[in-house]
């Protein structure tokens, strides 16, 4: 069984910092681009950052430059997202997902989401 598990969401103040984990089971995603996407209510799922196979590489979407750092342990095969100066338009269940197809950072390219954990920034 393939299995991602978000953990370390909270709620923070405006300015705080939260480190986000994923850890992968069932198999190693060492090869495969790694992403940290949120989703707030009402909104689409949209990608915050990303990871390339061999950890060389990071995107980030323009919202989180800056601001976010993506990083994954190969070896435990587990992501991070370290998430600093947060805002209140952070607020969002953040999702962690492995590329299943080639092509550009949007959701539909990965997949094997996890639970999700929830990131409230009060103001």
């Known amino acids: 069984q393939v299995q991602l598990e978000e953990s370390g969401g909270g709620l923070v103040q405006a300015g705080g910092s939260l480190r986000l984990s994923c850890a992968a089971s069932?198999?190693?995603?060492?090869?495969?681009?790694m992403g940290w996407f949120r989703q707030a209510p009402g909104k689409e799922r949209e990608f915050v950052a990303g990871?390339?196979?061999?950890?060389?590489?990071?995107y980030y979407a323009d919202s989180v430059k800056g601001r976010f750092t993506i990083s994954r342990d190969n070896a435990k095969n587990a992501v991070y997202l370290h998430m600093n100066s947060l805002k209140p338009e952070d607020t969002a269940v953040y999702y962690c997902?492995?590329?299943?197809?080639?092509?550009?950072?949007?959701?539909?390219?990965?997949?094997?989401w996890g639970q999700g954990t929830q990131v409230t920034v009060s103001s």
């Open positions: 997902a492995v590329e299943i197809a080639p092509g550009s950072w949007g959701p539909r390219n990965f997949g094997y």
């Open positions: 069932g198999r190693t995603f060492s090869n495969y681009r």
């Open positions: 990871i390339v196979w061999n950890g060389g590489g990071t």
